[in-house]
């Protein structure tokens, strides 16, 4: 895609599953990346399998202080920050009975870690005439899920962030926009199946239009289409990439009308 060759960019959560597809496809783009993550042995793996124009930074989002020495080795490493990518997560959800010591936690990791590491950056991204920032959300922010409160509160907010950011950013040339993964294929999914993909698929069908999980790279593709030229046109918008999930309603991949007339 256009637009990608000679960049740098920054993934945080970059060291495994969606992340560390994204920094594939990235670093295949052309794009030179920095591996924002915590998990050391993932992260320093992946940096020496691609070699050439990748780079780990350890970077707990919790600390400005992490989070400044990443911006500040990714400058020093490759000249500059062209683009932000916000991966990293935290899963932990207990609902109702979550604390508030979880509460902040998340919170802190899934939205206030992502903005530090944007206002961290802009001056490089205002610096090389103008960037892109990519939150992610989910489809859990749209909808209600039993049980679940924090993951998908903290994954509504990145939408309205992304709004936000996108209006006070245009005037720096920064786009900012959103992917939203429905169920993708992922670590926890082959260890409950035992890698049985065609299982996944069938537990998926009912909830997404295309009748399937959604693949890593699907993902990544996604964010390589926002960061690149072609998307110019595109700031302060959620793309769902998943599979028609949040196109349904109540009646989900069954139409009401044809149980009537059976």
Request: proline share 3%; aromatic share 6%.
């Amino acid at each position: 895609m256009k637009g990608l060759h000679d960049k740098v960019a920054i993934v945080t959560g970059g060291a495994q599953s969606i992340g560390a597809q994204i920094v594939r496809a990235l670093h295949a783009a052309g794009t030179r990346v920095t591996i924002a993550d915590i998990a050391d042995g993932p992260g320093s793996t992946l940096a020496e399998q691609l070699g050439d124009g990748a780079l780990y930074q350890r970077t707990d989002l919790t600390r400005d202080a992490d989070i400044d020495a990443c911006v500040a080795a990714t400058v020093a490493r490759f000249g500059g920050v062209d683009f932000v990518v916000n991966v990293a997560c935290s899963y932990v959800d207990d609902g109702l009975r979550s604390s508030r010591a979880d509460w902040l936690g998340t919170l802190d990791v899934n939205v206030v870690g992502g903005v530090m590491l944007v206002k961290a950056a802009r001056p490089h991204m205002v610096a090389r005439g103008g960037g892109v920032v990519i939150n992610f959300g989910s489809i859990s922010a749209k909808v209600a899920q039993t049980g679940r409160w924090l993951y998908p509160v903290s994954k509504a907010a990145i939408l309205q962030l992304t709004r936000n950011e996108a209006m006070d950013l245009a005037p720096d040339n920064i786009r900012v926009n959103c992917v939203s993964p429905g169920w993708t294929w992922c670590r926890l999914m082959d260890e409950l199946t035992d890698g049985d993909r065609e299982k996944t698929d069938q537990v998926a069908a009912p909830f997404h239009l295309l009748r399937r999980v959604g693949e890593q790279d699907e993902v990544a593709q996604a964010v390589l289409f926002l960061c690149s030229d072609h998307a110019s046109f595109i700031t302060g918008a959620d793309i769902p990439v998943d599979g028609g999930y949040s196109a349904m309603g109540p009646e989900r991949a069954e139409p009401a009308i044809s149980k009537l007339v059976e």
